[in-house]
């Protein structure tokens, strides 16, 4: 006997994705925006944006408040009535994904180089900033 899992979230999630549930509408949710790795080295802040098959004169990043945004624009070529796609997964279009940086930062010292389809933005920390843990007196 076949035991068949309910996973609500997920089921939920591909429903708007349209993979298995119904594979003639295009993926757009989660696959509209880069995928992105943020890490934090001995003095700084490192942020990894996947670009894989876009020109990187056609993105922007920018830092605020310390939330890193990166924008972008993917131009493919347009798409045809000729074409009778059975699937369709090749992005184009704008997107635009921010996150909050996990330590303050100096924003105006932000270096970016793009290399192999991964932008790569290396932010300093603000030392000067950093939380500072406050003692708390216990009373008697």
């Keep these: 006997m076949d035991i ?3 996973r609500p979230f997920q089921d939920f999630d591909r ?5 298995d549930l119904f594979p003639m509408i295009p993926a757009v949710s989660r696959k509209s925006k880069p995928s992105m790795n943020v890490y934090r080295t001995d003095g700084s802040v490192v942020a990894e944006v996947a670009l894989e098959g876009m020109d990187p004169k056609n993105v922007e990043a920018s830092i605020e408040n310390d939330v890193l945004t ?3 624009e993917e131009k493919k070529e347009k798409e045809t009535k000729e074409k009778n796609y059975y699937f369709k997964e090749i992005r184009s279009g704008s997107f635009s994904r921010s996150i909050a940086l996990p330590a303050h930062v100096k924003a105006g010292e932000a270096k970016a180089e793009s290399k192999d389809g ?3 933005i290396t932010v300093p920390v603000d030392e000067k900033k ?3 843990k406050i003692p708390i007196e216990v009373g008697k």
């Design 130 to 132: 950093a939380n500072k």
């Design 118 to 120: 991964i932008l790569k």
């Design 15 to 19: 429903f708007f994705e349209g993979d």
């Design 70 to 72: 990166v924008k972008g």
């Design 4 to 6: 068949i899992k309910w």
